[in-house]
């Protein structure tokens, strides 16, 4: 795959994922978001069309892939099924044994299948497919049970970018998600240099932000180096408490209120990147 290509993919999964909670989108809106996500990532596109094509390509091949992969493993779980069912009737013994050890490979195969579907590319972290899978009522945007929704929001990402380029930006974005996963508490990159950071009921919203407020000051003590050149890192922080009755995006807009409010705070201190 091309830079231009791969960059051009990740720019269109931020563009699907910062749609996703639209309920109509048109040709025009998709545009005007995919030319946002372009200028954030300095991308000029060329050629489109021969990009396209091989985006297309290769997504049809990974399409291809998978859903082999799923039909196969159907088609195990039915002949293992099969095997049980006669094994238990027979009171075999050995042949139960043998199934058991074959539905467990199988088990660790779908979980493999489904790590591909709900990791995201570049960090390897939750995305926002398995947020709204996993965390929400099936066919809601409710949540599935109470707890704490903490945003997290590079600051001076893009002058980072500008800076050192987008390969230091992507280096910053994967330590943060590694750094962000030290918590123990579920991380998804909710969208370019945002993150989310989901608590359980029992760990209030207090707590919740003062165990990143932790994090961020342990980061703003390190020194990332591109050549021969030192700069540092920070982010901001938005915490919100939300129940069963709550939509993902009513978390989100009081989350980004508060992480507003604690922007303006943080960037008192941090005035930029460089190391004083």
């Not at 165990?211 to 990332?224: A, P």
Request: contains cysteine; aromatic residues 6%; negative net charge.
């Amino acid at each position: 795959m091309t830079a231009d290509t791969k960059i051009l993919q990740i720019i269109s999964n931020e563009t699907k994922d910062s749609i996703n909670q639209m309920n109509v989108v048109t040709p025009s809106v998709y545009a005007s978001i995919f030319t946002n996500f372009s200028k954030e990532h300095d991308a000029e596109i060329e050629d489109d069309s021969d990009l396209a094509n091989d985006i297309l390509t290769q997504e049809c091949s990974t399409l291809t892939q998978m859903q082999e992969s799923t039909s196969q493993n159907v088609m195990h779980l039915s002949e293992h099924t099969e095997k049980a069912i006669t094994a238990i009737q027979e009171k075999d013994e050995t042949a139960l044994s043998a199934v058991l050890e074959e539905t467990q490979k199988l088990k660790a195969e779908l979980e493999k299948l489904k790590e591909a579907v709900y990791l995201d590319e570049l960090t390897h972290i939750h995305n926002r497919k398995w947020l709204n899978d996993q965390k929400l009522e099936n066919g809601t945007t409710l949540f599935k049970e109470d707890g704490v929704l903490a945003m997290i929001d590079l600051n001076y990402f893009k002058l980072i970018n500008d800076t050192h380029g987008h390969l230091i930006g992507d280096k910053i974005l994967m330590f943060l998600s590694n750094e962000l996963k030290k918590t123990g508490f579920d991380v998804i990159r909710f969208g370019g240099d945002e993150f989310i950071v989901l608590f359980p009921k029992n760990i209030s919203a207090k707590h919740a932000f003062e165990t990143l407020s932790k994090l961020r000051e342990t980061i703003l003590k390190k020194k990332f180096k591109s050549k021969t050149t030192l700069f540092k890192v920070s982010f901001s922080i938005g915490v919100s408490e939300y129940t069963t009755k709550d939509e993902l995006a009513s978390a989100i807009e009081l989350a980004d209120k508060h992480m507003y409010e604690d922007k303006l705070s943080i960037k008192k201190r941090v005035t930029g990147i460089d190391i004083e």
